[in-house]
């Protein structure tokens, strides 16, 4: 995916949020959806099974409007975060820009987290993606849960972010944290922009 | 005519709420860096909220950081009046040129640039200007550039292409934030809840807002007590519950959708940033070639555009322009030097000078004088009296610039000089890569003169300096010319530097030849002289037969005993002596041999008188061009022929 357009004057960013099943992709996304007015923000596509579990994606498509003479849109995607739909996020990996990395701040979802931070190092491989190229921040959520169930970002950070990217504290119900990894992302992959432009 | 900026118009009195931050941190912006940010800044919004404090806050700030710069404000209609009167008076330059010497232009109510067309132009013109001087632009309007009725397209792309940003209604927060802070200007001090309540009322700009303000502070100061709440609604004709619910809301909405937009305006400065990335490569590129001695020019204007569409495309272009230009050149350079250092090789904006001056140099720089290909070393004669030159020859062929250099052919007019050079050369430039000079010393003169004369030496030089072989036929007649010899030695100490070869066919032997300069002489001993010397028995036999093949004559060797025999000098003499035979016996139509020829080349009257035929008596040698003036006309036709001739 062309990131810059300078062509067309387009700045295309596909945000990928990825992490082990219900660890809060979709809220997040159901956040952000809320808090853009409505004439900036596409229709969220979500596809979700009857109990309200991810089956394929969520897309949010949001437009930033002209930007240095650049009209600029973000496309938001989570992946299933269930074991056995790893084709599907694989697919909706393809073409990211940047990975939003959500994980579960409960203490008994620690192996879930590494597990698909795992995965999501394989998923890039195969489609030739070295994660260490990859924006990516992390995101421990649902850090609004009593102290004794959950993990504190210090110590998710010793146990998840080797690579010491950036990571946010959030409570994507309540919206905590979720514009902060938005934009943290944002601005990692627009740096990257900067450095090496593909276009 | 210009309005001064209004002090109470700042960025400090400004109320920032989520509808406008944008466009404040965008001014702001603007005013710490004019022109280099967004140029032009471009807002929006509808009538009465903050446009005109943007654009003058905009403008004190960037005064209070720079009090050297010239800022303009004006709105659209000023700049109308003033280019009108301008243009009345006959002032209309000393108008443009006092607008393109502001740092800052800010104007104001843009939007009344529909339907007039003059205006647009001049404000494009101006607006392109300031561009590309670097000087900051900021609008305001109360539509985007697109809406505005009647624009040029060209003005709607070059508002668009800075930062186009619109402010919204205030929010709740935002109407009690200005609330307050007006009446605390105005040193007014409502009951708690007064203000509030004035805020949940739905306006649609601040200037309304400011107008219900003003009725409660005039209301408030007429009957002398404080205001509240109730009075406040009674007076703005509210109604107490039915705004308050949307209005919560609209304020949790505000609040929400605040946001969004704070991350919307980090995006902005991100992706400024990160898009500003480009004019470091352009930068770069420019350094670059600059430093390489190219002119730049398509890249600076590059920069000067505020976001220029495909600046890579645009680089990788230039990049291409400019290798195609060092190729030019190059190739210029080994026709002729002093063309290659042109500046039109050095301006990717004039590729098409350039391949014009290319062509041009390639189409005069025609490779030497190449060797006649009327003499192939295979049909020349071998025999004894030149079996020297030729085996040197051959050396030469096999081993050029090695073995022989110079090689000087000597002999006597019409021995094959010239055929065994021609020769040499043609098998010389056989070879790959070969490029050989071979013509005659008389041409090699004119040539030179030619180009004194063009004022093109260098171009003639650098001709010669390709060549890897020069052959010059009869170097006696550089006799007298010194400026060919002086040309000649040099070239000469460049051809054997470089072991490329160079043969010379001389009459005699070189120590010999008067008007040569001893350095030259010295060089062409220096070598091998060769000698051909008078054809002998065998050569003549040999030539004889070669000969009468090709005129299709049966060979007798009665005739060629006799033929062969006779006191002949050189080969060329030969030829003509046969010529002459062969045409008797065509015109007699007998079959040539022994007798006929003795009957013709020693004088039997008879045959001369008959020999007239209805041609001219120019025998040209089937050997090649005219040589010498043995050659040109050897029997006139009788004078009755003649006679005859002149009738037709």
Known sequence: ?199 | MTSTLNPRFTFETFVVGAANRLAVTAGRTVAENPGSAYNPLFIYSGSGLGKTHVLMAIGHAAKALAPQLNIEYLTLDEYVEAFHAAIAAGQGDAFRRRFQNVDALLVDDVQFLTNRKEMQAELLRLTEALQQAGHQIVLASDRPPAEIADLDERLISRFSGGLVVDMGIPDYETRVAILRRKSEERGSTFQPGVLETVAKSEFPNVRELMGALNRIVAYQAVNDTPINAEAVRQLLGVSPAAPSAPSAAASSAAASSDEFSQFLSDVTVTVGKAVEAWRARVAEAVLRWEGEGYRTARLEKLLEQETPAAVDEAIAAYVQDVDRLKALEAEVAAFDPQAAGGKVFHDPDRMEDAEAAGARVREGAAPPPAPSAAFPLESYVVGPSNEVALSAARDVIAKPGKKYNPLVIVGKSGLGKTHLLNAIGLELAKKKGAIVACLSTQGFVDELIAAIDGNRVDWWRARYRRATALLLDDIQLLAGKERTQEELFNLFNQFLDADRQLIFTAPAHPNTLEGLEERIISRLEGGLVAEVSEPDKELRRHALERFLKTQHVPTDVALLDYLADRPIDSVRSLTGTVQRVVEAAAAQDVPLNAALARDVLEGSPSVRRTSGLRTSGIVVSSAGGVRSREKMVWDWPASSDRVIEDLR
């Open chain 1, 1 to 199: 995916m062309s990131l810059v357009n300078f062509t067309s004057r387009e700045i295309t960013c596909k945000i990928v949020y990825y992490g082990p099943g219900r660890s809060g992709k979709t809220t997040n996304l159901h956040y952000v959806y809320g808090r853009v007015p409505e004439t900036r923000r596409g229709r969220m596509v979500s596809l979700a099974t009857q109990t309200d579990r991810t089956l394929f994606f969520d897309f949010l498509p949001i437009d930033l409007g002209q930007i240095s003479g650049f009209s600029t849109r973000f496309q938001l995607y989570t992946v299933p975060g269930q074991v056995y739909y790893n084709a599907t996020r694989r697919l909706v990996l393809q073409g990211a820009d940047g990975v939003v990395f959500v994980g579960d701040s409960q203490a008994r979802q620690l192996d879930e987290n590494i597990e698909s931070l795992q995965n999501l190092q394989s998923n890039l491989l195969e489609h030739g993606v070295d994660v260490r190229t990859m924006p990516l921040v992390m995101q421990y959520n649902k850090q609004d849960l009593p102290h004794e169930l959950i993990l504190t970002p210090p110590e998710l950070d010793d146990a998840l972010n080797f690579r010491a990217v950036p990571s946010f504290a959030a409570d994507a119900l309540h919206g905590r944290g979720v514009f902060e990894t938005l934009k943290g992302i944002s601005e990692l992959v627009l740096k990257k922009l900067a450095a090496g432009s593909p276009a």
